[in-house]
């Protein structure tokens, strides 16, 4: 069982940036593939970015390329959403996720946090 846990949502401006974390308790942290997705209200949850077991690989959805950086920190049991130039479309409860499978679908995250809300004023 993995347990995660976000951290780091809050208001922001638009185009400003904010840093999400999210911290594995799994003692194999490095074993898996962890991801970021977002729900908005009214909508489905979506993919945002994803990255692999090393961290060498990461995916980005359309709407936040260039713009979010996903990385990790297998030392520290922590995977980070770096996101600038935010847009009030960005806002969403912002959930981690940690799967098996590179590319990691919505379909295929086997454990995922409790969500941290990200809200970007105009």
């Known amino acids: 069982q993995v347990q995660l846990v976000e951290s780091g949502g809050g208001l922001v401006q638009a185009g400003g940036s904010l840093r999400l974390s999210c911290i594995a308790s799994?003692?194999?942290?490095?074993?898996?593939?962890m991801g970021w997705f977002r729900q908005a209200p009214g909508k489905e949850r979506e993919f945002v970015a994803d990255i692999n077991w090393s961290g060498g690989r990461t995916g980005y959805a359309d709407s936040v390329k260039g713009r979010f950086t996903i990385s990790r920190d297998n030392a520290k049991n922590t995977v980070y959403l770096q996101m600038n130039s935010l847009k009030p479309e960005d806002t969403a409860v912002y959930y981690c996720?940690?799967?098996?499978?590179?590319?990691?679908?919505?379909?295929?995250?086997?454990?995922w946090g409790q969500g941290t809300q990200v809200t970007v004023s105009s």
């Open positions: 799994a003692r194999a942290f490095s074993r898996y593939v």
């Open positions: 996720a940690a799967g098996s499978i590179y590319p990691l679908p919505l379909s295929a995250s086997d454990y």
